[in-house]
Each structure stands twice: as C-alpha cells, then as structure tokens.
Nanobody
C-alpha cells in the first residue's frame, strides 16, 4: 500500500503560477496528476514514468511541467500561466502501468486532493 500526500494548492489570479507536490510512501513506476473541475469528471492532466517519460493533455502543454525525484518518492506539478478553466481539485495518483494510462482506473493509489482556484 502506497500513501500519497499532496500539498501546494491555493487561490491565485489568472496568469499566476503554483507548484503542487505529492510525497509517496513508496516508489511506483508511474505517477500522475488528475484534476476534477466542479461538476465534471476526473481527468488526466499529466503522467510521468520512473524513467522520466512524460505525457500531457493538450490543454496544459507548454504551461504545466511534471517532474519527479525518485530519491524522495515525490512528484511535482509546476503550473504556469494559470487560467480560470484550470480551477479544480487536483489529485496525485500512482500505479504500476508501464504504458501511458489516461484512465483513472489505471492507477492504484490516490491522494486526498488539493484545491486550485484561479480567478480572472
């Protein structure tokens, strides 16, 4: 069982930046960030393998950067040029899938979520 603890959410203005962190109690092959906007389904934002291979959804390409520190079992999400449509609860997820997995069901462990609110 791997426990995930997120931190770094908050309320910002459009154009600002935030950095989310997710500390894991153990190492997993794949880690990811999902988000769930109000009234919508949870969606993948980005994922990273243990070797550093990344995938981003089109809406965040060029603005968000995922990274991980395997020595600390921690994954980060640097979010720049934030937009109101980025407002959501952001969840850290971890799993063992070797291939890129965009579905929430493809991840075994989840954090509690952290709120990100972007005002215009």
């Amino acid at each position: 069982q791997v426990q995930l603890v997120e931190s770094g959410g908050g309320s910002v203005q459009a154009g600002d930046s935030l950095r989310l962190s997710c500390a894991a109690s153990g190492r997993t092959y794949r880690m990811a960030w999902f988000r769930q906007p109000p009234g919508k389904e949870r969606e993948l934002v980005t994922t990273i393998s243990i070797s550093g291979s990344t995938y981003y959804v089109d809406s965040v390409k060029g603005r968000f950067t995922i990274s991980r520190d395997n020595a600390k079992n921690t994954v980060y999400l640097q979010m720049n040029s934030l937009r109101p449509e980025d407002t959501a609860v952001y969840y850290c997820a971890a799993g063992s899938s070797i291939v890129i997995t965009t579905r929430a069901s493809g991840y075994d462990y989840w954090g509690q979520g952290t709120q990100v609110t972007v005002s215009s």
